[in-house]
């Protein structure tokens, strides 16, 4: 499982949100669900401030839109796999020569493949697999905090 997919376990594994915090009382603060829910009772003495009261109550909706925004880039940004052909132009399924990304490299690459007079030693325009704008979304996400 890579780590979007467990953030994203985590976030649905939770209670649904939007969360929200029960009106100021004087004895205790309820975190709740959308369903009234309680994830989090504060007492007095322990209110958190209203800037991570603020964090916490929009977790699920901030993650959610993270989570989102990265699946998104992902979706646009996907491999296309390069295979030597045979003389007939078949490809073969076991000479994988390295995959590109299909939205980054020019459209004369993507042209080229499916023409078949793709030079498998590389064309003008090319952008390898994972391209820049996938690492830049995701690269955050494989890194120890
Ligand atoms: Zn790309």
């Given at each position: 499982?890579?780590?979007?997919?467990?953030?994203?376990?985590?976030?649905?594994?939770?209670?649904?949100?939007?969360?929200e915090?029960?009106?100021p009382?004087?004895?205790?603060?309820?975190?709740?669900?959308?369903?009234?829910?309680?994830?989090?009772?504060?007492g007095?003495?322990l209110?958190?401030?209203?800037?991570?009261?603020?964090?916490?109550?929009?977790?699920?909706?901030?993650?959610?839109?993270l989570?989102?925004?990265?699946?998104?880039?992902?979706?646009?940004?996907?491999?296309?796999?390069?295979?030597?052909?045979?003389?007939?132009?078949?490809?073969?399924?076991?000479?994988?020569?390295?995959?590109?990304?299909g939205?980054c490299?020019?459209?004369?690459v993507?042209?080229?493949?499916?023409?078949?007079n793709?030079?498998?030693?590389?064309?003008?325009?090319?952008?390898?697999?994972?391209?820049?704008?996938?690492?830049?979304?995701?690269?955050?996400?494989?890194?120890?905090?």
């Amino acid at each position: 499982m890579n780590e979007l997919e467990g953030i994203k376990a985590r976030l649905q594994e939770a209670t649904p949100g939007p969360w929200e915090w029960d009106g100021p009382e004087h004895i205790r603060q309820s975190l709740r669900g959308a369903e009234a829910q309680e994830i989090l009772q504060c007492g007095a003495l322990l209110y958190p401030e209203y800037r991570n009261a603020e964090l916490i109550a929009n977790a699920p909706r901030d993650l959610a839109r993270l989570v989102a925004a990265v699946e998104a880039v992902e979706k646009v940004h996907e491999p296309v796999a390069i295979y030597e052909t045979d003389d007939a132009g078949q490809v073969q399924d076991d000479k994988h020569v390295r995959d590109i990304c299909g939205t980054c490299s020019d459209s004369s690459v993507t042209e080229s493949l499916d023409d078949g007079n793709y030079d498998l030693a590389g064309e003008y325009g090319e952008v390898g697999w994972p391209c820049p704008t996938l690492k830049a979304a995701t690269a955050a996400l494989e890194e120890e905090r």
